[in-house]
């Protein structure tokens, strides 16, 4: 079960594999994830977001980069390997419905889960402008996928390597001012998914943020991946992953994200989600 | 003092060889002093995470044996959620007999080894003993729990289990959510009469609680597994990273996979909280968050584990019962300088097994009580740095029975902490309730099910263990399994009945 039927590299550290996984594939909707475990009693668990499915093909895609130990124990497993286990489809799918015009902002990895949701909004029959941004060139992902679907795409890179040298919030707040988009989707690191927010509250811009925090079972049963929104606490594997952005206390989150930095930098432990980034990589 | 095992052994050897050739009159019996449990000692222990009671030596299991009265009005059964005869089973026991005794636990019990350890015994078989109201001294009871609990090492590790049988194949098809007790026993239950069985399991690992959330130390993982192996080789399937209502609903379960009744034991998974400022801070942790780290993540295996644990010295557990026991004993183990469990109450309200109290004890965890938390205070960082408490005093009892701490104006303080562990308890997860129409539930989120058959609102669904009652007990969620499983096979027959 669960075997990788294909593996691609997008980047230098970022990978698409598809897996097989009959059951998720009919069931998952667009913003939600998954929690792979790679077996046994030390493995960790880790939440990915679905990028896509293809329920014709019984296969969901996974799109995850190479930064701790178990991301990279994921890019060492090849075609025809399996993930021992895979549970899913978690959380709840992002509210896709007729907004009009809709922005979708994505910072580094975070354009995988984007990506979807863009499809749905645009088949949905809203007009969709993407910003997607990186540190660099070499860490821009799926941006043919992204033209593929939406009306306009703006590629942004910290260090101007490619399109515009800036970060994803400068073009956002054009768009803000110009265009007036009805609804914003923001995923990326916790970082630029909170600029974006503060960046769209202004003009009270519905803006959705997809969460990554630190999860185990993802079942509502911890409660290890609460937030703060709107001054009560949720449980993202339930009750998101996507809130509100103007509602989510970021700096809780970002601080709670860092919960285990210490034994992280001791023992070289990692507990993350997909999309930690390294601060300003969006 | 702490005693070993050898020296236990040898004082209930002592007691045998008097009674080598004549049996006990019942007033040589009631002298014959309890049996102590060998455990490791405490200062050993707190640095490792194997199993704290040792279990009964050959020679113990028969001289706490010799202790029962054989009373013929049995007022131990009517403590006994499952009714096991366990005078008759004693007194095989006595007589060395333990594969005979096993076999008499098993007529009514199907998880010995492990209701053994976790029952709240002084609150079930040995609140009610004869003996122990003879002494005028519960902890005088016969050790009921403990006999059970070798009894079913004994027949385990000899291999003198009788494999259940199994009836020829009907044809009919059940599922059953979850892995916990409640689940194991309908799906034990279920497949004995031929029908096939498939178990769907969230996470990763089968076992529900005993495997996530009571630790290594208290029930060892291998038991559990046994009990599932046991389970496969009967023919359960069990299909383990399967969220039922996310991964299919139980609409698909019987309306498109072919099910033909669903058994629901999904527990009482949904940490419950506080609700009292600063509870989001970092180094705050549902005891279900804390302990599964460290049971199903073997996050305890410091350096091998790929699951972090939170690095504390002084911790802070809120709760009495047995999550705050298991909270507070795993964090010592895991090198906190100092674990104060505080509780509104007084230890006598305490909910928790008494054995795992008096172990806590041990093992250097403090207790506080009549204090409850106001709020949880952090560093600069957003780290906790302490909890602030009011004093309480006993009130008037509440619903439950229990005198209900009322706070006392003024006494307001600040103690320092870096870790707090809330373990006030588990309300109902909401999964499946929000996934599938037609299951009512009470106003706890319990679902509402008919007391005689365990079956919902919803047609051919059952449902059991703590999703019906509440955080309960391993053996009344063992009960339900099986008082559900009974009805589910009526109701399988008739409906094969019709169908042929
Ligand atoms: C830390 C702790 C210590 C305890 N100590 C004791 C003790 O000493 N003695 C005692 O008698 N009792 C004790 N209890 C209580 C006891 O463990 C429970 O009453 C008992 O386990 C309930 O059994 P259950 O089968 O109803 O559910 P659980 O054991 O909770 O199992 C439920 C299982 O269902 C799975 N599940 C949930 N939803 C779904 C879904 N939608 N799809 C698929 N799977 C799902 C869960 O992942 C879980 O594995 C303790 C509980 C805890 C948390
Ligand atoms: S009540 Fe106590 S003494 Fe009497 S039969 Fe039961 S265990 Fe034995
Ligand atoms: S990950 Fe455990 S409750 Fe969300």
């Known amino acids: ?282 | 003092m702490h005693v070993s095992s050898e020296e236990l052994d040898k004082l209930a050897g002592d007691i045998l060889g008097r009674f080598e050739n004549a049996a006990p009159s019942p007033k040589e019996r009631a002298q014959i002093p309890a049996q102590e449990m060998p455990a490791q000692d405490p200062v050993e222990r707190v640095r490792n995470m194997r199993e704290v009671a040792l279990g009964y030596t050959p020679s113990q299991v028969r001289a706490e044996s010799l202790r029962c009265l054989q009373c013929r009005n049995k007022p131990c059964i009517q403590g006994c959620p499952v009714s096991i005869d366990i005078p008759a089973f004693i007194a095989e026991a006595a007589k060395g007999n333990f594969a005979r005794a096993a076999e008499i636990i098993n007529e009514s019990s199907l998880l010995p080894a492990i209701c053994g350890r976790v029952c709240p015994q002084e609150n079930q078989c040995q609140k009610y003993c004869t003996l122990g109201k003879m002494l005028k001294d519960i902890d005088k009871s016969v050790a009921i729990g403990r006999i059970e609990r070798f009894v079913a090492d004994y027949a385990r590790e000899n291999r003198c289990e009788k494999v259940p049988h199994v009836a020829a194949e009907t044809g009919m098809r059940a599922a059953v959510v979850g892995s916990g007790p409640a689940s194991i026993s309908a799906a034990a239950d279920l497949r004995r009469e031929g029908h096939g069985v498939v178990m769907f399991e969230a996470l990763h690992k089968a076992g529900g609680v005993l495997v996530y959330g009571i630790p290594e130390f208290r029930l060892p993982k291998a038991i559990v597994r046994h009990e599932l192996d046991n389970l496969k080789a009967m023919g359960v399937q069990i299909r383990l990273n399967f969220l039922v209502g996310k991964t299919r609903r139980i609409s698909d379960l019987m309306g498109k996979d072919g099910f033909d009744a669903v058994f629901v034991g999904s527990g009482a998974g949904l940490p419950k909280f506080l609700n009292i400022p600063g509870e989001n801070h970092v180094g705050v942790f549902s005891a279900n968050e804390y302990l599964t780290r460290s049971n199903l993540m073997k996050a305890y295996d410091i350096g091998a584990a790929r699951t972090p644990m939170f690095a504390s010295r002084r911790v802070a557990v809120f709760g009495g019962g047995n999550v705050a026991m298991d909270s507070a004993r795993t964090a010592k183990r895991l090198g906190a300088g100092t674990v104060t469990v505080i509780y509104r109450r007084t230890g006598a309200e305490m909910p928790a097994r008494k054995e795992e109290v008096a172990h806590a004890g041990e093992e250097g965890v403090e207790f506080m009580f009549l204090h409850a938390p106001l709020e949880i205070t952090a560093d600069d960082r957003g780290r906790v740095s302490g909890v602030k408490l009011i004093e309480c005093r006993l009130g008037e009892p509440d619903a439950s029975g229990r005198r209900s701490p009322v706070e006392i104006p003024g006494s307001e303080k600040h103690c320092a902490y870096d870790t707090v562990i809330v373990a006030i308890g588990n309300a109902s997860n909401p999964l499946i309730k929000a996934t599938t129409e037609g299951i009512d539930v009470n106003r706890h989120g319990n679902f509402i099910v008919n007391e005689e058959t365990c079956e919902t609102t919803l047609p051919g669904v059952y449902a059991g263990g703590d999703i019906v009652l509440g955080a309960a007990t391993v053996i009344q969620a063992m009960g339900q399994g099986r008082k559900a499983a009974k009805a589910m096979n009526a109701y399988l027959a008739a409906k094969r009945q019709v169908r042929a």
């Open chain 1, 1 to 282: 079960m669960n075997r990788i039927v294909r593996k691609e590299k997008l980047s230098a550290e970022v990978f698409r594999i598809a897996v097989e996984a009959p059951e998720i594939a009919a069931a998952r909707k667009p913003g939600q994830f998954v929690i792979i475990q790679l077996g046994g009693d030390v493995n960790e668990r880790i939440p990915l977001t679905i990028a896509d499915a293809d329920a014709g093909a019984k296969t969901i895609t996974l799109v995850f980069q190479a930064v701790g130990e178990s991301t990279h124990r994921l890019a060492a497993l090849g075609v025809g390997d399996s993930i021992e286990n895979l549970l899913g489809p978690l959380g709840r799918p992002t509210d896709i419905e007729k907004y009009g015009k809709v922005a979708c902002v994505g910072g580094g990895i975070g354009v995988a889960p984007l990506y979807p949701i863009a499809q749905g909004m645009k088949n949905a029959g809203n007009e969709v402008k993407v910003i997607m941004g990186a540190r660099s060139r070499g860490l821009i992902i799926m941006e043919a996928e992204m033209r593929a679907v939406a009306d306009d795409v703006i590629v942004v890179t910290d260090d101007g390597s490619y399109g515009r040298k800036a970060l994803v919030t400068a073009p956002l707040k054009e768009l803000c001012e110009q265009w007036r988009p009805d609804c914003v989707v923001a995923i990326g690191p916790p970082v630029m998914m909170k600029f974006a927010a503060l960046a769209t509250k202004p003009y009270g811009i519905r803006t959705i943020v997809s969460l990554n925090t630190i999860m185990i079972d993802g079942t509502g049963m911890c409660g290890g991946c609460r937030v703060s929104v709107g001054g009560r606490t949720k449980f993202v594997c339930v009750d998101g992953p996507e809130f509100d952005g103007h509602q989510v206390d970021w700096d809780n989150m970002i601080l709670r994200l860092g919960s285990y930095k210490p034994q992280e930098q001791e023992a070289h432990h990692r507990c993350h989600g997909l999309m930690k980034l390294n601060e300003g990589e969006a």
